[in-house]
């Protein structure tokens, strides 16, 4: 008789099957109270039993509390993996959101319906310090995104069936009119970007010209440049912590690995920046620390993104130019190639998407107007034909 079948009971019989160890070193203990007339049907019960056990057709059989296993992902999933300034994103996340909401339920027994309220109610308006009443749609996607990252760890490492988020529907978030300039205002910003020192000239009209990231710009190494070539590498993005030196990480995603080709004034403008930048550091010699940086301030550090933000929102108001974000050169830059008929495979290569559908789905007011000119130029043909 298997050590492992007690008899509780007339008729009742209790199994255990152990498979394993818990994080905490433990072995893990399956129990299972069973029916039996007599212990050679128990027995047959609990080879059944121990079957699904090895099979992995059970439950973990220890409560786990989902702000426990949060902090266990964090720590041996998280932390190897994401760069810094997305681990205090999620941490914040959890903090904040998820470990208040949910930290108390049992991971094993999270129900979709146990989510809907808790996304809902993110998605509440409130009120800020202004009195302006708005949806934090972003916040509640970034939680949904979350805590569904969680819970399919979970799923790996075999402590649930299925993740629950996977039953819901994202949040959806009202789509935002892109914010760029037109052909007009881009003419306007280089215009004024021609009276600009080198350095701002240079970063200002690269933005625009190959729709790269602020992170990305900034995180340029001269040796990502082949002259030659007449192109550029990108591989890296600027990562900001807190109270420590900038330094670099891999793009956004693999597609955001790519290289660039640039217009030709744009490869002459990167070389009097050269020049000049080479002029500016050539008295400190050895103590010029970051020797190869393409963007560095007056001190020779790394610009920081949030400088180039301030500095460029001056800039636009200071030649009366329409706000836009940083970011919006990129917009820009896309939506002027659209707009001009340019393929938008090669446009979404360019911007390092992921999906030709991200393009698409975000462009989709500038690939209008391109449909628009296409239709004039078959109207064209069509008119010259029927002059015939």
Same mark, same amino acid.
């Given at each position: 008789?298997?050590?492992?079948?007690?008899?509780?009971?007339?008729?009742?019989?209790?199994?255990?099957?152990?498979?394993g160890?818990?994080?905490?070193?433990?072995?893990?203990?399956?129990?299972?109270?069973?029916?039996a007339?007599?212990?050679?049907?128990?027995?047959?019960?609990?080879?059944?039993?121990?079957?699904?056990?090895?099979?992995?057709?059970?439950?973990?059989?220890?409560?786990?509390k989902?702000?426990?296993?949060?902090?266990?992902?964090?720590k041996?999933?998280?932390?190897?993996?994401?760069?810094?300034?997305?681990?205090?994103?999620y941490?914040?996340?959890?903090?904040?959101?998820?470990?208040?909401?949910?930290?108390?339920?049992?991971?094993?027994?999270?129900?979709?319906?146990?989510?809907?309220?808790?996304? +809902?109610?993110?998605?509440?308006?409130?009120?800020?310090?202004?009195?302006?009443?708005?949806?934090?749609?972003?916040?509640?996607?970034?939680?949904?995104?979350?805590?569904?990252?969680?819970?399919?760890v979970?799923?790996?490492?075999?402590?649930?069936?299925?993740?629950?988020?996977d039953?819901?529907?994202?949040?959806?978030?009202?789509?935002?009119?892109v914010?760029?300039?037109?052909?007009?205002?881009?003419?306007q910003?280089?215009?004024?970007?021609?009276?600009?020192p080198i350095?701002?000239?240079?970063?200002?009209?690269?933005?625009?010209?190959?729709?790269?990231?602020?992170?990305?710009?900034?995180?340029?190494?001269?040796?990502?440049?082949d002259?030659?070539?007449?192109?550029?590498?990108?591989?890296?993005?600027?990562?900001?912590?807190?109270?420590?030196?900038?330094?670099?990480?891999?793009?956004?995603?693999?597609?955001?690995?790519?290289?660039?080709?640039?217009?030709?004034?744009?490869?002459?403008?990167?070389?009097?920046?050269?020049?000049?930048?080479?002029?500016?550091?050539?008295?400190?010699?050895?103590?010029?620390?970051?020797?190869?940086?393409?963007?560095?301030?007056?001190?020779?550090?790394?610009?920081?993104?949030?400088?180039?933000?301030?500095?460029?929102?001056?800039?636009?108001?200071h +030649?009366?130019?329409?706000?836009?974000?940083?970011?919006?050169l990129?917009?820009?830059?896309?939506?002027?190639?659209?707009?001009?008929?340019?393929?938008?495979? +090669?446009v979404s290569?360019?911007?390092?998407?992921?999906?030709?559908?991200?393009?698409?789905?975000?462009?989709?007011q500038?690939?209008?107007?391109?449909?628009?000119?296409?239709?004039?130029?078959?109207?064209?043909?069509?008119?010259?034909?029927?002059?015939?």
């Open positions: 008789m298997p050590s492992k079948i007690r008899k509780r009971g007339e008729n009742t019989y209790e199994l255990a099957v152990t498979n160890y818990d994080y905490y070193g433990r072995q893990i203990a399956y129990r299972k109270t069973v029916k007339s007599n212990m050679k049907e128990a027995q047959k019960l609990y080879y059944e039993f121990e079957s699904q056990v090895r099979r992995k057709q059970i439950l973990h059989p220890t409560k786990i989902l702000g426990d296993f949060a902090f266990q992902w964090y041996e999933y998280c932390e190897p993996r994401l760069a810094v300034s997305t681990l205090q994103n941490k914040r996340c959890l903090q904040q959101h998820i470990i208040p909401a949910l930290g108390h339920l049992d991971i094993r027994e999270l129900q979709p319906a146990q989510i809907v309220p808790f996304i +809902n109610a993110l998605l509440e308006p409130t009120e800020n310090a202004n009195g302006v009443i708005s949806r934090n749609e972003q916040s509640a996607l970034y939680c949904y995104r979350v805590l569904s990252s969680l819970l399919s979970a799923v790996k490492w075999e402590l649930i069936f299925s993740n629950p988020c039953k819901l529907d994202p949040p959806k978030i009202q789509r935002h009119v914010n760029s300039y037109n052909l007009q205002q881009a003419q910003l280089l215009a004024a970007a021609n009276q600009l350095r701002e000239k240079t970063l200002l009209t690269l933005a625009l010209s190959t729709g790269m990231r602020r992170g990305e710009i900034l995180a340029l190494h001269w040796q990502d440049i002259f030659a070539a007449g192109n550029l590498l990108v591989t890296k993005s600027c990562e900001v912590v807190p109270h420590q030196p900038i330094t670099t990480k891999e793009p956004k995603t693999e597609n955001s690995m790519r290289c660039i080709t640039l217009p030709a004034s744009m490869i002459q403008l990167l070389l009097q920046y050269k020049q000049w930048q080479d002029q500016v550091k050539a008295p400190y010699g050895q103590s010029w620390n970051y020797n190869d940086w393409v963007f560095i301030t007056d001190r020779g550090i790394p610009i920081h993104p949030s400088t180039v933000s301030h500095w460029f929102k001056r800039f636009l108001a +030649n009366g130019l329409p706000p836009m974000p940083f970011h919006g990129r917009h820009t830059s896309a939506t002027l190639l659209l707009a001009a008929g340019a393929p938008i495979k +090669n290569s360019r911007l390092g998407h992921t999906d030709i559908r991200t393009t698409g789905n975000i462009y989709a500038a690939l209008q107007s391109a449909d628009k000119e296409i239709a004039n130029t078959m109207e064209e043909i069509l008119q010259s034909h029927n002059d015939e």
